[in-house]
Nanobody
Framework: QVQLVESGGDLVQAGGSLRLSCAASGSTFVSSVMGWYRQAPGKQRDLVATITSGGSTIYTDLVKGRFTISRDNAKNTVYLQMNNLKPEDTAVYYC??????????WGQGTQVTVSS
C-alpha cells in the first residue's frame, strides 16, 4: 500500500518562495511517475508538474520558469520548489504517484496561500 505525506505548505507574501515535500512509502516510488497537482476553492484539480523515474519533467505553462519539481529516489521523496509566488498560486497542493501498472495514489494535500 502506498502512502504519500506532503509538507511545506504555508502562508507567504507574493514574490516569496516555498518548497513542498512529499514522502512516499512502499517499494514502487523509484519506478513511478510523481506529480504535483493543485486545487483552488471552487475549481477542479489541475496538473502543476510531473517527473518520471528518469527525471523527465512536465510543467503547466502557468508555473514554467517559477516552479521546479525534483525527486530523491534514495529518500522516496519528491519536491516542488516554488519561487516568485503569485496570489493565483493559492490552492491546496496534492502529491500524486502513478505506478507502472496504472494505479494512482494521492496525498492528503497541503495548503499554500499567497497574499498580495
Amino acid at each position: 500500500q502506498v502512502q504519500l505525506v506532503e509538507s511545506g505548505g504555508d502562508l507567504v507574501q507574493a514574490g516569496g518562495s516555498l518548497r513542498l515535500s512529499c514522502a512516499a512509502s512502499g517499494s514502487t516510488f523509484v519506478s513511478s511517475v510523481m506529480g504535483w497537482y493543485r486545487q483552488a476553492p471552487g475549481k477542479q484539480r489541475d496538473l502543476v508538474a510531473t517527473i518520471t523515474s528518469g527525471g523527465s519533467t512536465i510543467y503547466t505553462d502557468l508555473v514554467k520558469g517559477r516552479f521546479t519539481i525534483s525527486r530523491d529516489n534514495a529518500k522516496n521523496t519528491v519536491y516542488l520548489q516554488m519561487n516568485n509566488l503569485k496570489p493565483e498560486d493559492t490552492a491546496v497542493y496534492y502529491c500524486n504517484l502513478q505506478t507502472p501498472y496504472g494505479n494512482w495514489f494521492w496525498g492528503q494535500g497541503t495548503q499554500v496561500t499567497v497574499s498580495s
